[in-house]
């Protein structure tokens, strides 16, 4: 079963909420004193506090509602100084101290396929709402809590008041979460993704024009968090990860250097790409 959380404390989680609920939807119990919603193999739980302080919610979730989770979907806010109108999807966890939630260098399991297939609708369904042309889709790299042991991925909303209540845009959100069910599961090679900013563009980019399901992206703020054992983890908390893609126009070529040479120590069976080495969508 797949669990969708939103916050009260969230403007933009609200939104895309009250676009996701339909009467398709049954309120079946409650979690926290507020309703549960139940459609198909999706379920709905609201929290009080905002979600990224919600360390082991997939667990608590699952222990009171006597539910099975597989899959965890934050629906959320973005926010940017920078002020850009956006629609944004990232995998989860800190790389380094937690400041937003979860736990200090702990990173939640990705979720590949579905998130790569997220950006993928979203893209695809951004077209038809011209209200929303202003608006960029792109994935974020890897960032803030909460921390999981269910594979996870936000969906948000960027990236100020008036984008987080936007009707048009939660309603666009809310149709990507509940169509993620109706699209055919597109198993691609999983990459992890090393470099660039983080929007990630060059990795946003391989997504919608490859043949590929991207996992953990590590930006190139991140590169300092990197050791042999963070990187492990990164692997680790990939599922199924095959390859490596570097966004080279931001690694220096020791960093790659050091990166496959952990690839060989460890005998990790990761290979590293270009975007050439992969098939066309």
Known sequence: MKLIISSKEDPASMNILDNLLDDKWNEVEKYL??????????ISVTTKRHHIYENGIDEKVSKELDKEIDQVIFISKHASKAGIDSLTVHPIGNLGKAKYGGE???????????MTKALRILKSYHSRYKELSDYSVSFEATHHGPYLKTPSFYIEIGSDKDQWKDKKAG?????????????????YP???CIGGGHYAPRFTDLALKKKVSIGHMVPGW??????SKTFSKIIEKTPEAEFLYFDRSSTKGKERRRIKKWIKEKEIGLEVIRSKDLEDL
Do not use: C, M, Q, W
Not at 178 to 183: A, M
Not at 222 to 227: I, M, V, Y
């Open 190 to 192: 999983v990459t992890v």
């Open 104 to 114: 200090d260098g702990k990173l939640v399991s990705a979720s590949p396929h579905d």
């Open 222 to 227: 991140g590169l300092r968090f990197l050791t």
């Open 33 to 42: 004193g507020n309703p549960v919603y139940k459609k198909d193999d999706l």
């Open 171 to 187: 309603a666009l959100i809310a149709d990507t979460v509940i169509d993620l069910e109706e699209y055919p599961i597109e198993n």
